[in-house]
């Protein structure tokens, strides 16, 4: 029968139990420390041999960037003014610069809790909604679905802008060289041709060499405009500082329309082996921005200050009619836009193609592919016949899409990751975004409405 009284402990035993707890503490502090060190971070679980550098980055942002938008920004300072367009521009940048900002911000911080290297933009709402307030998560894959209609919707619209640009340009400058006298929807019609055999490419790699050649032919577009608008002295007393009230939100829908490249900035990021240096100060998006909006301003206003209120919706359009140096000018632009279409059209086709391919057997992927491309590419085309001028047109996509994609969906997606208790002192960031959000509802409505209303006034 063992003794029921307990035993006093020696003093060797006393050290020994000092010194399992003392190791026991010393354990725990060691695996906090651990757990802290063991941080998930994205950029060290991205491809660091084909993930691209910052310099590499800040090209893909600044050639998205700096495409033919900035061609259409003489037209939006001849519906804002002088004066108020140059301040106005300046203002719309920081507020696309922002919203970019806050965007990929809170996509990192979602990768960060998930422990994922990267999310694109719908993934990106997705996981906002999903880790956010309770009431709000089953409405995680409504935020995915719309982000990604949105952007397929965003695109095939630009599709369209761009297969007006394309086909207004040649009908100038063959019409005015030649007998010809054919009207502008003809020459829109045509483009079917080219724009088919791009849109069957489905391999990224094989439109690089139609990125470059387009990029070399918007340089020299732009060298021959900025001749063009320096050849003679530039008259400003017969420029209003600022135009109608009724002109001014064409404006804004034209300015979101050039200047947001919301859809592009996610796979750069994304594709970025050190993405931390995508924000920050100097940073690859401040960087970029500051250079598109310099030059945005600056073409805007040169072109304005030059054109007056004959600025046609590219300037290209504007350049003397029969000159050899004009005429480059228009097709080289012609050109290029039209070799960009392969890479725009091929981003909103996979974002279409990765929600219906489960439908088909697999055995017609490659014919359904090829059907679903060229009935795209036809009903574009139809729709730009229909809709042969381009400055509303612009107006439009910028108005319902751009401004819905560009600064109110990064808005929400802020608020919803940061709520209830990160929304700074007072919650500034809530009553800001809230500001962010209504502007971007007006710009909808007004630029849209605006836009729909010189539509039907050019029919009627």
Request: charged letters at 15%; a positive charge.
């Amino acid at each position: 029968m063992a003794d029921p009284t307990p035993s006093i402990p020696t003093s060797k035993e006393k050290s020994n139990s000092v010194f399992t707890l003392n190791d026991f503490n010393s354990r725990t502090n060691l695996t906090e420390k651990a757990q802290l060190s063991e941080e998930y971070i994205p950029a060290e679980h991205r491809d660091q041999v084909k993930g691209q550098s910052s310099n590499g980055a800040l090209a893909h942002l600044l050639k998205s960037s700096l495409g033919s938008g900035i061609l259409a920004m003489p037209m939006a300072f001849s519906n804002g003014g002088m004066l108020f367009s140059m301040i106005a521009t300046l203002v719309v940048g920081f507020i696309c610069t922002h919203c970019v900002h806050i965007l990929v911000k809170t996509s990192q911080e979602i990768c960060k809790e998930s422990k994922v290297p990267a999310l694109n933009f719908a993934e990106t709402a997705e996981k906002v909604f999903e880790n956010g307030p309770k009431r709000l998560r089953p409405f995680s894959k409504f935020a995915k679905q719309f982000v990604d209609m949105s952007l397929m919707a965003t695109y095939f619209a630009a599709i369209c802008v761009y297969i007006v640009f394309i086909g207004t340009s040649f009908h100038d400058v063959i019409n005015y060289d030649t007998t010809l006298n054919w009207n502008v929807r003809i020459y829109i019609a045509l483009t079917v041709i080219p724009c088919l055999l791009i849109g069957q490419i489905r391999n990224l790699k094989w439109l690089v060499p139609f990125s470059a050649m387009a990029n070399i032919f918007i340089v020299v577009t732009f060298c021959i405009v900025l001749y063009y608008l320096f050849s003679e002295p530039f008259v400003f007393s017969d420029k209003p500082l600022v135009a109608k009230v009724t002109q001014i939100p064409l404006f804004f829908a034209t300015v979101i329309f050039a200047m947001e490249g919301i859809g592009v900035v996610m796979p750069v990021e994304n594709a970025m082996k050190k993405p931390q240096q995508f924000l920050g100060c100097p940073g690859v998006l401040n960087i970029a921005m500051i250079i598109v909006v310099t030059l945005y301003a600056a073409i805007g206003f040169l072109g304005y200050a030059r054109y007056g209120s004959d600025v046609q919706a590219s300037i290209t359009l504007n350049l003397k009619e029969g000159e050899a140096l004009a005429d480059t000018a228009k097709l080289l632009m012609a050109v290029a836009i039209l070799f960009t279409f392969g890479l725009q059209f091929f981003i909103p086709n996979e974002i279409l193609w990765r929600h219906i391919k489960h439908k088909f057997n697999e055995r017609h992927h490659n014919i359904i592919q090829i059907l679903l491309r060229t009935g795209i590419i036809l009903i574009a085309v139809g729709v730009s016949v229909a809709i042969p001028q381009l400055g509303p047109f612009i107006s439009l996509v910028g108005a319902v899409f751009f401004s819905l994609l560009g600064i109110f969906v990064p808005s929400v997606c802020e608020t919803v990751y940061l709520w209830p208790d990160r929304l700074g002192c007072c919650r500034w960031i809530l009553y800001k975004n809230i500001v962010l959000s209504l502007c971007a509802i007006l710009a909808l409505i007004a630029g849209s409405t605006t836009s729909i209303m010189e539509i039907i006034a050019m029919y009627t």
